[in-house]
């Protein structure tokens, strides 16, 4: 990567006065945010009819993924063939996984929430990629499951809310939607250079690259390398 450029070179209170203005504009932000929010749980549900999925205990109807909870998150994670090595999965699902520990899902259990991760590869293979990348939360194959449960090119969050035993969907989002899920990029948004990807409206001279291009390295994608150090074939 050639040299970056940097940032003016103000004072202390130079950039006091611009911190300050850029906080209002953050404070307008997050004001736009909890407007949405508000109106996100006020739109209205849709029944959903009985479905099974499969998980570590053979097949389970939707119900059962609450676990006793009211609601339930899913991401459905993008499965690639039939088949393929751990390093061909999708690099995007991944990098959505690498911050839902079980302290995350202890503190969604805390607000009656479950969070499950639904993939339409099969429930074998499923499981293998889950343990060798050390995740803990529980996954379930929709395989044979009805074109409701399909993911989507890129990955979907979907909500839904248990009533006795019947299930509604409240909610579901994708492509930048999902990036509630990925700390990372929110991170990295208050660094000087950003995500340093292309579609950024960045000065002249700032680092960028391709869109999730730096999601994946040397062939693996980069959660995996925390996992091993075998390269890939």
């Not at 993008?78 to 088949?83: A, H």
């Not at 395989?143 to 248990?162: E, H, P």
Request: hydrophobic share 35%; charged share 25%; aromatic share 10%.
């Amino acid at each position: 990567m050639k040299e970056s450029q940097t940032p003016q070179i103000v004072t202390r209170d130079q950039w006091e006065r611009a911190r300050a203005e850029l906080l209002v504009r953050e404070k307008a932000h997050t004001r736009a945010g909890d407007e949405l929010a508000a109106a996100r749980r006020r739109l209205p549900m849709t029944r959903m009819e009985p479905l099974t999925v499969v998980g570590a205990d053979g097949p389970v109807p939707l119900h059962d993924v609450f676990e006793g909870r009211r609601m339930l998150i899913v991401y459905h994670f993008m499965w690639k063939r039939k088949g393929a090595p751990h390093h061909q999965q999708c690099e995007g699902c991944t990098h959505t996984q690498a911050a839902m520990n079980s302290a995350v899902c202890a503190y969604l259990a805390e607000r009656d929430v479950t969070y499950a991760v639904f993939s339409s590869g099969p429930w074998t293979e499923i499981a293998a990629y889950r343990d060798f990348m050390g995740w803990t939360t529980p996954w379930y194959s929709t395989a044979g499951s009805a074109d409701v449960l399909a993911t989507r090119d890129g990955g979907d969050v979907r909500c839904y809310l248990r009533v006795d035993d019947q299930v509604f969907q409240t909610y579901e989002t994708k492509l930048r939607g999902i990036e509630a899920m990925m700390p990372t990029l929110q991170l990295l948004d208050l660094t000087v250079y950003g995500r340093q990807e292309t579609w950024e409206d960045s000065p002249d001279g700032w680092p960028q690259d391709q869109t999730g291009a730096w999601w994946r390295r040397n062939g693996r994608p980069v959660a995996q390398w925390t996992r091993t150090n075998a390269a890939v074939e």
